[in-house]
């Protein structure tokens, strides 16, 4: 058994990995390769947008982990804006799960998250937005600062006025979400797209702090359901914060 590539910064900040390989079977080299690496925090929705992406794009990559909120001088030296997902791909460092998602569609577009149609891809277009701003500013930053934030940075104790106007805010965008995914499988149409990702990745987040209130919402629950069960959302279920394990239905396909 080899090592596991080990994960290195190199001279210009960028993160790349040393693999050992075996050229004969007595003769071991060490090469660089570049490989693909996503910088990304384990609980952030726009790191779990851009992992799920990635498996369902079926592409190969390493997975480094980063507090964004200790802000390192590799994660500045990558993102000006100090936050993650960054993807790494070959020479290509990207920044912003958006940017992120749309350069994977367009580099690898063999299996595609955008729908063809130019009006559908405006509608996807607006409900990733709608779900990385509007949903995250009302629902998932409130109650991830107050209740991950917080603990990972010792910061303090997450502040109850706060929790309940997200909480609030929660319910009101399910009710919408309800009506998005009432007719078909996926919010447009039978495919699956980069909206559902975006919107899955956000749900996600809340799920693991067991704060979604899913029966009162039945279509919402069964498309959570089905993008659940895929196995692009494998690795985000055995995701594990230590002092805030996830809430228990976290892990059930059948909550
Ligand atoms: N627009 C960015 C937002 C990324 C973002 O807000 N990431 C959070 C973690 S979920 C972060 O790194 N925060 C660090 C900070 O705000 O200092 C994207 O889509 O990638």
Redesign the pocket.
Known sequence: MYPRPVCILDKIGRWAFLEQVCITSDVLIWESVTLRVLVH?AL????RKIRIQLVEKDLKFELFEEN??L?SDELTGANP?????VLVDGEAQI????AIADYLDERYPETSCMPRLPDDRAECRRLVAWF?NKFYREVTEPL?REQIVKMVMRSGNPEGKYLRVAQENLRSHLGYHDQLVGHHNWMLGNNLTQADIAAAAQFSTLDYLGVVPWNEFPHAKEWYARIKSRPSFRPILQDFLRGRPPGPNYVNLDF
Not at 81 to 85: F, L, M, N, T
Not at 95 to 98: A, L, T
Request: net charge negative; aromatic share 22%; proline share 16%.
């Open positions: 925090f952030c929705p726009f790191s964004p909120y802000k804006a100090g936050e993650v997902p920044i912003d799960s958006r990385d991830f």
